[in-house]
């Protein structure tokens, strides 16, 4: 109940207008690192449009997921420049040490990992973005030891 | 703060600009030297001075964090004006001796200056060869000014080319200038921009629009990122001439999901200037005028770089691109006249205002005036944002500009143009860059990223990548793209795996025809480009590949192998450990790799103390 009235108020700040379902996606979406479903049915309501089309953006836009999302997005950049610099080794290296593959979450939710096409940080090749920290000319190694580290941080809290 | 009626305006221009104190300390907050740690820079440069002079003030300097200085290579950066004094490399522990020595003592801290190739240190960023063959117009307060105040940005003459449109011309006069400066739209086609906004001022409808595009998708390019982060009210002083010009009350500026600090300053600025009469009803006084601009975010969608797919997405629809007979300046947001543009195209308007349409039409090259920015990203010995006349050759910005090739390795070819662009051979470097000689070349001036690359580069495997990064990025909407790009990828997977055959060559460069001609927007009729031009420049690596199963850069995994050099190999065990396959051998001290159990993953080459494990090509 808590959830639909939370969704509600949220969906309820951009009126009627359904320019702004993308818009009150994203809010929705940083909130609980997912869409939850009935805030589909909230959405088409208040803007006055069908289920399938709010669906249909949520499907279509990477920023947007129907699965949530775990506690730290881990972003590894698949940009030319990171490309060219080796970034797909760096993504193995990652998904070895999380045991998942890229665009899933790990099985205790806290990280999800995804490839990204170019962060717009392309003198720092290649690039890993974890939580908001870019970690610029990344290595196989400095991952390791960044993930390592990021876990017994957040241990001893 | 009161809105400001014109007249008004012009004093507190006048205000600001006397008032503004030159002796300033620049510290970078570019998103290279934010991550290598240059807030805490300035943050140290706050504490050595005792914080006495209150937040923001070293001694009697202005201290500020400011956007990209553009040579992010040797970040974090701090500019000392007016002197113009470029320390590179700047740690927190530096901070004191700055302080005390350059901003109290004014002198030079030695050791702190770049250095160039040959060791000769250079005190003035303006003397430093990456910036001497540089001219900022869309640049040209981005590392200068504070993105996060309008005083600052006034102070620089900010906001007087809006002014002096508003009070000395007409929105026909406007548009006459902008046509007069032959400004071409940089978001990559190049389509006149005066002539989008006369069609636009002309185009029958209820309500006009003004968009600007900061959906900077293009891997490899960040130009716009910089722009709107570093200098944002640049973009809105554009906008807001646009808006004149075309008569439009609304605007949009159209920013992706993954620069959420450029969302911020954006709403910011639009907030402050707002507040000061610059945007909003009755602009600096004039019944009338009225100009609404706010900021929306995309969704992570490559496609929506695509001007009539971005339209959709502000609707709130799928950003899948409408058929192209109908232009935006006509038919666009809303179905209504809507001006379109990139950001740094709107960001060079304000100059164009205040010099004077002959003055840009001088700069640049016959068809293509004035300067275009660069992200110089890859291989090259500096790396980072350019701008530079129109019309300079290739070998110039990547050899003078960018300082050459790293590592003392050869230029093998430049990317341009981004995923619809295409790669240039070292025959084209004398090429003069500019919208026409580019596309002439079979690749494109696109937004303006330029990927430097050496012979450790697999040309094969450039292609295969933007093919990926297609495949996955493409709408769906029409066949020629979706399918075309699917295809396509699984020939590349084959011919990198050392599957393909000699017909594949005939059928890609069909296929790739096919999607020129046959697709809906200009990202699929251009998506075969790199496939196109790497064929063109580089088809002995393709027939390498295919042949004999070979790739001469090393690159293509399945056509490599990890080879130890016994020379080199002190048998130290470090790659043993870290060999997930386990598939290193020792026999009486001498390690071997196992080609069959190895699966290329590089992890020994990594770890390896003495650079023994190298991955060579043509080994089979």
């Known amino acids: 109940m808590k959830e639909l009235t939370e969704l509600r108020s949220i969906v309820d700040k951009y009126g009627e207008n359904p320019e702004y379902i993308l818009e009150a996606l994203h809010d929705i979406q940083s909130r609980y690192r997912h869409v939850p479903e009935p805030a589909l049915d909230i959405i088409a309501e208040r803007m006055k449009v069908k289920k399938s089309r709010v669906f249909s953006l949520v499907s279509f836009y990477k920023a947007l997921s129907f699965e949530p999302q775990g506690e730290k997005n881990i972003r590894v950049c698949m940009g030319t420049a990171c490309h060219l610099k080796g970034a797909s080794q760096v993504k193995e290296e990652i998904e070895a040490v999380l045991d998942v593959a890229a665009g899933e979450t790990t099985a205790d939710g806290r990280y999800s990992l995804h490839e990204v096409n170019c962060v717009g940080a392309c003198s720092m090749a290649p690039v890993v973005i974890i939580g908001d920290s870019y970690e610029g000319q990344a290595t196989r190694d400095r991952v390791r030891t960044l993930l390592d580290n990021d876990g017994s941080e957040e241990e001893s809290r | ?620």
Not at chain 2, 26 to 38: D, E, I, K, M, N
């Open chain 2, 1 to 620: 703060m009161t809105r400001l009626h014109l007249k008004d305006f012009w004093r507190y221009s006048k205000q600001q600009m006397e008032k503004r104190n030159e002796q300033r300390v620049l510290v970078c907050g570019g998103p290279g030297c934010l991550a290598r740690g240059s807030q805490a820079v300035y943050e140290a440069l706050l504490d050595a001075s005792g914080r006495v002079g209150g937040t923001g003030t070293v001694v009697e300097h202005a201290a500020h964090m400011v956007g990209c200085h553009g040579l992010c290579d040797q970040g974090p950066l701090v500019i000392i004006e007016p002197q113009g004094t470029f320390y590179t490399h700047v740690n927190p522990e530096m901070a004191p001796r700055i302080y005390h020595e350059t901003l109290r003592g004014g002198r030079v801290v030695e050791d702190f200056l770049y250095s160039s190739g040959t060791g000769r240190r250079i005190a003035r960023y303006a003397d430093i060869p990456f910036y001497q063959r540089q001219q900022k117009i869309a640049l040209r307060n981005v590392g200068a000014v504070d993105p996060e105040d309008i005083n600052d940005y006034v102070a620089l003459g900010g906001y007087r080319a809006a002014a002096k449109a508003l009070e000395d011309l007409s929105p026909e006069d406007v548009i006459g200038w902008v046509k007069d400066s032959q400004l071409r739209g940089r978001g990559g086609a190049g389509f006149p921009t005066g002539r989008k906004w006369e069609v636009c001022a002309q185009a029958p409808g209820e309500n006009r629009y003004v968009i600007a595009n900061g959906d900077e998708g293009d891997p490899g390019a960040f130009m716009d990122r910089t722009i709107m982060e570093g200098d944002p009210h640049s973009l809105l002083e554009g906008m807001m001439i646009g808006a004149y010009a075309v008569g439009a009350s609304e605007g949009f500026i159209y920013v992706r999901e993954e620069y959420p600090l450029a969302v911020e300053r954006l709403k910011g600025a639009i907030g402050q200037a707002e507040s000061l009469g610059l945007l909003g009803d009755d602009i600096l006084g004039i019944p009338g005028f009225c100009f609404n601009l706010s900021v929306r975010r995309g969704g992570g969608a490559f496609v929506c770089g695509e001007a009539t797919a971005l339209i959709n997405s502000l609707e709130g629809r799928l950003g899948e691109p409408r058929g192209s007979y109908v232009v935006p300046a006509v038919r666009g947001y809303n179905q209504q006249p809507t001006a379109l543009n990139n950001v740094e195209t709107f960001c060079v308007i304000p100059e164009i205002i205040n010099k004077g349409p002959a003055w840009f039409a001088a700069i640049g090259s016959e068809a293509s005036r004035g300067t275009k920015t660069f992200s110089l990203v890859g291989r090259a010995v500096h790396i980072g944002l350019i701008e530079v006349p129109m019309g300079m050759s290739l070998r110039e910005i990547i050899y003078d500009v960018g300082g050459g090739i790293e590592d003392g390795r050869t230029f093998k070819a430049v990317q341009t143009g981004g995923p619809s662009g295409g790669c240039l051979s070292a025959e084209y470097l004398d090429l003069p860059v500019d919208f026409d000689a580019l596309e002439e070349a079979g690749s494109m001036m696109g937004s303006g990223g330029l990927i430097v690359m050496d012979e450790t580069t697999c040309m094969v495997d450039v292609a295969r990548y933007f093919l990926s990064f297609l495949r996955d990025e493409s709408c769906g909407q029409c066949v020629p793209c979706r399918e075309g790009l699917f295809q396509l990828t699984a020939i590349f997977d084959r011919i990198v795996s050392g599957e393909g055959q000699e017909s594949d060559l005939a059928a890609v460069e069909e296929l790739a025809v096919a999607m020129q001609e046959g697709s809906l927007c200009g990202l699929g009729q251009s998506a075969s480009n790199p496939v196109l031009s790497t064929l063109r420049h580089f088809r002995g690596e393709y027939t390498a590949h295919i042949r004999e199963k070979c790739c001469p850069a090393g690159v293509c995994r399945a056509l490599t192998a990890y080879v130890i050099d016994v020379e080199r190999c002190r048998a130290c065990g470090r790659c043993l450990e870290v060999c997930p396959p386990q598939c290193i051998a020792v026999s009486q001290g001498v390690y071997t790799i196992d080609r069959e159990a190895c699966t290329r993953c590089g992890a020994c080459s990594a770890a390896c103390p003495f650079a023994a494990i190298s991955r060579e090509g043509c080994v089979q």
